[in-house]
Nanobody, 124 residues
Framework: QVQLVESGGGLVQPGGSLRLSCAASGRTFNSNAKAWFRQAPGKEREFVAAVGWIMQTNYADSVDGRFLISRDNAKNTVYLQMNNLKPEDTAVYYC??????????????????WGQGTQVTVSA
């Protein structure tokens, strides 16, 4: 089993930045993909960014160029640097870990382990 704990969410003004962290414990699956998803009220959970075991990355079109995902396997931690935030980025952000794929999958079904989520609110 792996436990994932997110941190770093909060309230930020449009155009601002936040950095989310996701610390893993237990079986950390450092050779497998890690990702961030988000879910806004009344909407389905959607893909944001993923990083594979050789540091390849994928991003949703809506965040490409503004967000940066990275991982530090020595610290068992995945990060999401979010810049130029927009009101439509408001959501609960979830960290996810795969036990089956090393590729930076964009598919929700690739990830078996999830954190509890951290709220990001972008508002003036």
């Amino acid at each position: 089993q792996v436990q994932l704990v997110e941190s770093g969410g909060g309230l930020v003004q449009p155009g601002g930045s936040l950095r989310l962290s996701c610390a893993a414990s237990g079986r950390t699956f450092n050779s497998n993909a890690k990702a961030w998803f988000r879910q806004a009220p009344g909407k389905e959970r959607e893909f944001v960014a993923a990083v594979g075991w050789i540091m390849q990355t994928n991003y949703a079109d809506s965040v490409d160029g503004r967000f940066l995902i990275s991982r530090d396997n020595a610290k068992n931690t995945v990060y999401l640097q979010m810049n130029n935030l927009k009101p439509e980025d408001t959501a609960v952000y979830y960290c996810a870990a795969s036990s089956t794929t090393a590729q930076a999958s964009t598919q929700l079904s690739s990830y078996a382990y999830w954190g509890q989520g951290t709220q990001v609110t972008v508002s003036a």
